[in-house]
């Protein structure tokens, strides 16, 4: 147990303006390279590394210039893997915080530019109607393109007060649009609760940090002490994730002692873990945050409710509990984002963010690339009354790390003409006018009503797409 805790793992879809990193801080950084060095390569590399530093129109720094060859050579791998320069190892010590100056985004790369994964609820972001799947084209005037996500954080985040003017290029209208936003200190209320009615508990976890499991149990201890709890609804749709021991913490909440978790395999050495319900795994200071939860907590009916943009950490509660059959399943197919980020020291201010292993569930199922796939598909496809933009997946991004079991996915029938797609285009610009936000968890709300009624024992409705920006309500008792 002593090597595990080596490591402090974070899971998170990508880099983040105000959540955490994707990351396991891997405190050994000098294991020796296996692999024959390339020399003929690094011939090659010396040349062109010579001609720039003499040729180049303006003088360029060693530092410049070797930071920016290291970028390039591990950005190139996939989505997440990315090196760390001196401010971005700072970065590293304010994730745990949850508080950051900045605007409320998680951001990955697609084409040399910088991708919205989500924006964060209740966020500068979030409130101008920046979506996920946004292209970030530009910042201050500057250009993303080649930019590593590292460098777009320190672009995008500063001193709360201050403005920062972002372009972001929408693929679905192909127009551009400009936001002028205000940064703030953002501090994220990672657990939002309600009562809904006596005995129905409502959770919307927006991000595994260090308090996470903490904030869940005083909550749902508190409830049973005031109704004893009959269901539970367990929303992490949007949630980008986090802490690793947060997620295997959240599950140990409503699984049996000891079952497992979640496991990684990779070819570094210690990369093939498992990680079990148990204080070992989710407990790395202080006391037992399940130590008092109410027993019924492991036997009361469970719905999770999922999207595109609910990633890495709660993809993983959601595979637990699913693999385990403690809690159905709700909504759409998750993120897919079940990758492995190690940060190994470079030196005491340098480090490199590399994809390591995949996550697999209990059973076996790979996560990376194809996500967790709901037990009661409900399509979000409209807000109230607006219609949902689509989200962008990890099988979506350039270069994304192939999942062992991912498959591509056939090319959907459309009507291609020029008169269809502008009056696409026309009703698609209309609707995003209206779209300002959404409010989880209220009436308006249909894939919530429907957890409800799941959790409740009661028939489940499911939203079917019979016509391009309709819905149809289909009475179809749920599985």
Do not use: C
């Not at 403690?326 to 480090?351: C, D, E, W, Y």
Request: aromatic fraction near 6%; glycine fraction near 8%; charged fraction near 25%.
């Amino acid at each position: 147990m002593g090597a595990m805790w080596q490591k402090a793992a974070w899971v998170g879809a990508g880099a983040t303006m105000g959540i955490a990193l994707s990351l396991a801080i891997t405190v050994d950084a000098n294991r020796d390279a296996k692999s024959t060095i390339p020399l003929d390569e690094l011939r090659t590399f010396s040349e062109v590394y010579s001609r720039v530093k003499n040729d180049y129109v303006e003088s360029v720094s060693d530092k410049k210039l070797i930071e920016q060859a290291i970028g390039g050579m591990v950005s190139s791998l996939d989505p997440h893997s990315t090196f760390l320069d001196e401010s971005a190892f700072k970065d590293l010590r304010t994730t745990t915080t949850g508080k950051f100056g900045g605007i409320g985004i998680e951001i990955g790369t697609e084409d040399g530019f910088i991708k919205v994964i989500s924006p964060i609820d209740e966020t500068p972001a979030a409130r101008a109607g920046i979506r996920a799947g946004d292209l970030i084209t530009k910042v201050d005037g500057e250009t993303t393109r080649g930019l590593t996500t590292t460098k777009a954080v320190d672009m995008m985040r500063g001193s709360p007060g201050t403005k920062v003017k972002l372009e972001v290029f929408r693929k679905d209208e192909r127009a551009t649009h400009t936001f002028a936003l205000v940064r703030e200190q953002i501090k994220i209320q990672g657990v939002k609760a309600k009562m809904v009615e006596p005995g129905i508990s409502f959770i919307r976890v927006r991000t595994f940090n260090e308090t996470t499991v903490a904030d869940v149990a005083r909550v749902l201890t508190e409830q049973n002490a005031q109704t004893p709890l009959k269901g539970v609804v367990l929303d992490l749709r949007n949630n980008p994730g986090g802490l690793l021991d947060a997620a295997v913490g959240l599950s140990a909440m409503f699984l049996p002692k000891d079952a497992m978790v979640v496991y990684t395999e990779g070819r570094m050495e210690g990369s093939k873990t498992k990680f079990f319900a148990s204080r070992d795994y989710y407990a790395r200071r202080g006391g037992d945050p399940l130590a008092n939860v109410p027993e019924i907590l492991k036997t009361v009916p469970v719905v999770v409710m999922t999207n595109g943009a609910s990633a890495s950490a709660s993809e993983i509660v959601a595979g637990a509990l699913q693999d385990h059959k403690r809690a159905t399943i709700m909504g759409t197919t998750t993120f897919g984002k079940g990758s492995v980020q190690n940060i190994i020291p470079l030196s005491q201010t340098t480090g490199v963010k590399l994809t390591t292993s995949r996550y697999y569930t209990p059973n076996g199922r790979s996560i990376q690339g194809t996500g967790i796939e709901p037990d009661v598909l409900i399509e979000q496809l409209t807000w109230d009354g607006v219609i949902a933009p689509k989200l962008q997946r990890e099988k979506d991004l350039s270069r994304h790390l192939i999942g062992k079991n991912e498959t591509k996915d056939a090319a959907p029938e459309e009507d291609t003409s020029e008169d269809a797609q502008e009056a696409k285009l026309i009703k698609v610009r209309e609707d995003q006018k209206k779209l300002k936000g959404f409010d989880w968890g209220n009436d308006k709300d249909f894939l919530f009503s429907q957890a409800l009624n799941k959790v409740k024992g009661l028939p489940v409705v499911r939203s079917t797409v019979e016509a391009a920006g309709t819905t149809a309500k289909a009475n179809v008792p749920a599985q």
